[in-house]
């Protein structure tokens, strides 16, 4: 991580407001938990949920990316689970104004998907500096978005989507290169799998898994886990493990289990 800095001006000309008082993302939520997914479970963070996206897999645990709401919602105190509402649209003064109240050490970029919001990533994250630690969650599909910021963060949590579990098409050749893309920086993948994983969906994932040799993957049951047939699951997970020796994990949902946020 960099040192810190106070905010920078990114543009800036006379008479007009500089370019971060003009772009706008729309953030559903903010608040305080410990990271409950991934690589870096267990890690207390600070999680920025934007809104939006192309996508709609039918286990998504966010719908309100896809609703028609006009309020954020915004933890404070942190840790309280108690809410202030607030518009929509934060400025990067504003969305810097609420991070301060939680004063954090490591932020999660999740969604929704961050990366259609790139535009005023750009402009944030190169204003932050990276004052905080980094985990980008994203669904493994903005290729072009991810170049555009990936020098400005420290990991990426990218999807595979498999289409048994999220009911849509197949985006194996944009994860491939979107895999390709995340290589300058720390990255591991994530596949969300359920007892209805096909032998077309194992053989893909295992030539993306040969085609990146240091790819660790982490395979998490759809929640809830009470309700998949586990002993299928972990067939299809032995299989990885055999396959791919010290690079693949299963870790589901754990914050779930603990009904944190
Ligand atoms: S990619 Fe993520 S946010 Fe988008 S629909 Fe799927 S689970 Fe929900």
Known sequence: MGAVQGPVCIVGAHGRAPVHDMIKAKIIEIFSSIQGEGLWVGRPQVFVRFKGCRLECVYCDTPLTHSKIRNARIEYPPFSRQFETRPLEFSVEELNGALARFAPSSLAITGGEPLEQVDFLEVWLTQLNRRYEILLET???????????????????????????????????????????????????????????????????????????????????????????????????????????????????????????
């Open 139 to 261: 669904n493994g599909v903005e290729e072009e978005a991810l170049k555009r910021i990936i020098h400005l963060i420290d990991m990426v949590s990218l999807d595979i989507k498999l289409p048994s579990a999220t009911g849509e098409p197949p985006y194996w050749e944009m994860h491939d290169r979107f895999i390709e893309a995340a290589g300058p920086i720390g990255h591991y993948a994530k596949v969300v799998f359920d007892e209805k994983m096909t032998d077309d969906e194992i053989e893909r994932l295992t030539i993306i898994l040969q085609k990146h040799a240091g790819l660790v993957t982490v395979f998490q049951p759809v929640s809830p886990v009470q309700k998949r047939d586990l002993k299928v699951c972990l067939e299809i997970f032995g299989l990885f493990s055999e396959k791919f020796p010290g690079r693949v994990r299963l870790i589901p949902q754990t914050h779930k289990l603990m009904s944190l946020l």
